[in-house]
């Protein structure tokens, strides 16, 4: 009687899972990235993009990196980073966050411009944020992203993707690099993304694994 190698099938059976969300994942991929791209290029970078300090640049190239590969890759089931590496993600996250969209604060701006970026370039960053994010939302429903797990905080990495690429966007947009215009707008508004996608998509996923 020949003995089954357990470890082989679950092997098997892992790589297969995996296969098959990689399948859902890289042409979703290819939609967020031409989007992102026709974004981008349609309103436009904005002029001192290459004139930021090079810690906040590089900042906004690893939050790249991240929002569009790592978050996703985690939150699909396609890496699984050790609990610390988690750990060290989920904390290392909000830093990169925050230098990348706010950066030090731009002491040539007076009071007066500073608190008329809210109210004026805020509400459009607001809402360019948020339609960016909305659009990321929709890929994501449409593609499966939000049901390929059977564990739901994976919908959390997959939601800070969306934010983070959202956050993102913004700030490479937006030039205004007064403090109180980036913390309202850009990190406020992300974090307003942030718990709308989570919701919207904890409730997708609840429907839809109720439907089969």
């Known amino acids: 009687?020949?003995?089954?190698?357990?470890?082989?099938?679950i092997s098997q059976d892992?790589?297969?899972?995996?296969?098959?969300?990689?399948?859902?994942?890289?042409?979703?991929?290819?939609l967020v990235l031409a989007f992102l791209a026709t974004m981008l290029t349609a309103v436009g970078l904005r002029p001192d993009l290459l004139d930021?300090?090079?810690?906040?640049?590089?900042?906004q190239i690893v939050l790249w990196c991240l929002c569009l590969l790592v978050l996703p890759a985690i939150g699909l089931g396609l890496?699984?980073?050790?609990?610390l590496t988690k750990i060290g993600l989920?904390?290392?996250?909000?830093?990169?966050?925050?230098?990348g969209a706010v950066g030090l604060p731009d002491d040539s701006v007076t009071v007066s411009e500073l608190f008329g970026h809210v109210f004026t370039d805020g509400a459009m960053c607001t809402a360019n944020m948020l339609a960016t994010g909305t659009v990321l939302l929709l890929i994501?429903?449409?593609?499966?992203?939000?049901?390929?797990?059977?564990?739901?905080?994976?919908?959390?990495w997959l939601s800070s993707g969306i934010s983070i690429a959202a956050i993102t966007t913004v700030t490479w947009h937006c030039s205004a690099t007064a403090c109180v215009h980036t913390l309202s707008s850009h990190l406020g508004?992300?974090?307003?993304?942030?718990?709308?996608?989570?919701?919207?998509?904890?409730?997708?996923?609840?429907?839809?694994?109720?439907?089969?």
């Open 140 to 156: 994501g429903y449409f593609s499966g992203a939000f049901i390929q797990r059977r564990r739901s905080y994976a919908v959390v």
């Open 90 to 99: 989920v904390l290392l996250l909000p830093i990169l966050v925050f230098i």
């Open 52 to 59: 930021q300090p090079g810690y906040q640049l590089a900042s």
């Open 189 to 212: 508004g992300g974090l307003v993304l942030l718990g709308l996608s989570s919701l919207l998509a904890f409730r997708v996923r609840h429907r839809d694994q109720g439907e089969k």
């Open 79 to 83: 890496w699984f980073p050790r609990p």
């Open 1 to 9: 009687m020949s003995k089954i190698d357990a470890h082989a099938l």
């Open 14 to 30: 892992l790589n297969s899972l995996v296969k098959q969300r990689r399948r859902h994942f890289l042409p979703a991929l290819v």
